[in-house]
T-cell receptor
């Protein structure tokens, strides 16, 4: 079956530091890959996505590239802000196109200190 | 304006009770989902509904029953609540057919069973 593995936190960084959150996946075929963010007390928001190999998703300064050869979708940001403090989830959706749900990683709690 | 809404936001109840959580989406999507987020923030798919048919039913106890009166609503009914049911439950929706289509999440319902 499908699975997603991401680095577990908490990850604590200082403001303006470089961020990398690793994510690797196991899936058959060509899944779509997503990063969702959950701010404290809120639901999940899509941060970015990539639907085929070598695609780069980007939003709000965050980027992730779909690497099929390494089955990875690492999240990066060049300069983090305190407002980026949240839980980040890597997720995939199978290529079947049916009504299958997302498979999530366990989430990475990011804490940015001023 | 809210795309996916859930009620109630908080639900506190005693063991053994029966409760329901409601979900509505105004995005015109044809597929809706329920996810459970445990105390460690791990998210797992419970159900998905497409065109009023249950598509996925993971290893969820039959005390949980999704009910979809129409394409825009997917309610979650829980019988004989147990302590282990305490969690945050998220509703989501998407348009079936394309794996790249993202899922839109509701704000969550925090269920506490005493």
């Amino acid at each position: 079956g499908n699975s997603v593995t991401q680095m577990e936190g908490p990850v604590t960084l200082s403001e303006e530091a470089f961020l990398t959150i690793n994510c690797t996946y196991t899936a058959t075929g060509y899944p779509s890959l997503f990063w969702y963010v959950q701010y404290p007390g809120e639901g999940l928001q899509l941060l970015l996505k990539a639907t085929k190999a070598d695609d780069k998703g980007s939003n709000k300064g965050f980027e992730a590239t779909y690497r099929k050869e390494t089955t990875s979708f690492h999240l990066e940001k060049g300069s983090v802000q305190v407002s980026d403090s949240a839980v980040y989830f890597c997720a995939l959706r199978g290529s079947g196109g049916g009504a299958d749900g997302l498979t999530f990683g366990k989430g990475t709690h990011l804490i940015i200190q001023p | 304006d809210t795309a996916v809404s859930q009620t109630p936001k908080y639900l506190v109840t005693q063991m053994g009770n029966d409760k329901s959580i409601k979900c509505e989406q105004n995005l015109g999507h044809d597929t809706m989902y329920w996810y459970k987020q445990d105390s460690k923030k791990f998210l797992k798919i419970m159900f998905s509904y497409n065109n009023k048919e249950l598509i996925i039913n993971e290893t969820v106890p039959n005390r949980f029953s999704p009910k979809s009166p129409d394409k825009a609503h997917l309610n979650l009914h829980i019988n004989s609540l147990e302590l282990g049911d305490s969690a945050v439950y998220f509703c989501a929706s998407s348009q079936q057919g394309l794996a790249r289509n993202e899922q839109f999440f509701g704000p969550g319902t925090r269920l506490t069973v005493l």
